[in-house]
Nanobody, 123 residues
Framework: QVQVAETGGGLVQVGESLRISCVLS????????LGWFRQAPGKERELVEF???????LVSEPMRGRFTISIDNSKNAAYLQMRGLKPEDTARYYC?????????????????WGQGTQVSVSS
């Protein structure tokens, strides 16, 4: 059974940094790309960034320059390093496994989702 699990959320102050982690089980990162999505209250779930086993990645424009995704194929894990956090980054962050190894920015292309981890940025 393929699963993903997130860890590392929390409450931080404006401008601080936070790293959240995602571990894939039941498959390898060479089988499935991994993506980070987020959903704030009252808003739709949106792509943050995805990465595949070869390091190809795509970051959404609002996070460009502040968020960086990385992958450790030996651990089947993906990490999201967030810097310069803003109150508008407050959301529940979800890791998801893509249906295949390449990855994409489309939510519908991801079929395995974690429970999410809350990131709250206080001003």
């Amino acid at each position: 059974q393929v699963q993903v699990a997130e860890t590392g959320g929390g409450l931080v102050q404006v401008g601080e940094s936070l790293r959240i982690s995602c571990v894939l089980s039941g498959a390898t990162s060479r089988d499935r790309a991994l993506g980070w999505f987020r959903q704030a209250p009252g808003k739709e779930r949106e792509l943050v960034e995805f990465i595949n086993w070869s390091g190809v990645r795509l970051v959404s424009e609002p996070m460009r320059g502040r968020f960086t995704i990385s992958i450790d194929n030996s651990k089947n894990a993906a990490y999201l390093q967030m810097r310069g956090l803003k109150p508008e980054d407050t959301a529940r962050y979800y890791c998801a496994a893509h249906r295949g190894p390449g990855g994409s920015g489309r939510l519908d292309d991801y079929d395995i989702w974690g429970q999410g981890t809350q990131v709250s940025v206080s001003s």
